[in-house]
């Protein structure tokens, strides 16, 4: 059974940085390609930014410039730095394989950009 596991979240101001780790079990990950999403409330989720099983990164327009994404495959874990935070940034965040999620979603990490 898959597992997700998010983690870093917390409050920062607006300009700072987080950095989130999710810790994926239960499943071959090096052979799938995963990626960060985000809901706000009232919104529909999002897609933020994805890297394939071989290492190629994308982003969408909203993040691009400011998040890099990455992964160990060793540890099983793929990342997310997230520098220069705007409030509009606020959102939970999870990962998740991309494209054809997973049946099964992490709790998430609640990330909360305000001064």
């Known amino acids: 059974q898959v597992q997700l596991v998010e983690s870093g979240g917390g409050l920062v101001q607006p300009g700072g940085s987080l950095r989130l780790s999710c810790a994926v079990s239960g499943t071959i990950f090096s052979i799938f390609d995963m990626g960060w999403y985000r809901q706000a409330p009232g919104k529909q989720r999002e897609l933020v930014a994805r890297i394939s099983s071989g290492g190629r990164m994308s982003y969408a327009d909203s993040v691009k410039g400011r998040f890099t994404i990455s992964r160990d495959n060793g540890k099983r874990t793929v990342y997310l730095q997230m520098n220069s935070l705007k409030p509009e940034d606020t959102a939970a965040y999870y990962c998740?394989?991309?494209?054809?999620?997973?049946?099964?979603w992490g709790q998430g990490t609640q990330v909360t950009v305000s001064s």
């Open positions: 998740n394989r991309d494209p054809n999620p997973f049946g099964t």
